[in-house]
């Protein structure tokens, strides 16, 4: 079990999924690497010629990258721009929010085209988004088991009443 962040915990079965998202992103697009990142620059999955990459660096810089454009987007009345595109002159990433939660990265060359890329990045999304949203369901249910809290009848007072 990883956190990825204060609400959101990694589970074998989410980190799979994920993974095989990606793999399939990365063959339908003919991309070279393809990474899934949080908001806060952790990597959560990855596929493809990843070892190629500082994935660090890769993934805490694209997070920042992020977090600067939403800025911008702010800046010029926009809520956020969803999809940023780098191009090389030979390698090119494109990067897009999934759910709110997360950032995928696909790098890609001639190989493939823009247009090839955004298409199949469309459709991960929707599969990502639902393995976001299976977690956070998991989540929500699991702080307890599904029963109330053992902790949901104290009240301040009660606390209060300990100290004093």
């Known amino acids: 079990m990883i956190t990825s962040s204060p609400h959101l915990v990694l ?3 989410d980190f799979h999924q994920f993974g095989e998202s990606l793999r399939r992103l990365r063959q339908d697009a ?8 949080d908001k806060n620059g952790q990597q959560i999955a990855s596929a493809g010629e990843v070892e190629q990459f500082d994935t660090l660096s890769l993934a805490s ?8 454009t939403d800025g911008l987007a702010k800046l010029v009345g926009e809520r956020e721009f969803s999809v940023l595109f ?10 897009s929010i999934v759910a709110q939660r997360g950032i995928l990265v696909v790098i890609f060359d001639d190989r493939s085209s823009l247009g090839l890329v955004r298409l199949r990045v469309k459709r991960a999304n929707a599969e990502l988004e639902r393995t976001f949203e299976s977690m956070m369901q998991k989540g ?12 949901s009848e104290i009240t301040d007072e009660d606390i209060d009443a300990l100290f004093t």
């Open 11 to 13: 589970h074998e079965e």
């Open 30 to 37: 003919n991309a070279k690497a393809v990474f899934l990142i």
């Open 61 to 68: 810089l694209t997070a920042g990258n992020v977090a600067a």
């Open 86 to 95: 780098h191009e090389g002159e030979q390698d090119h990433i494109h990067i």
């Open 140 to 151: 929500e249910g699991e702080g307890s088991g599904g029963r109330p809290s053992p902790f």
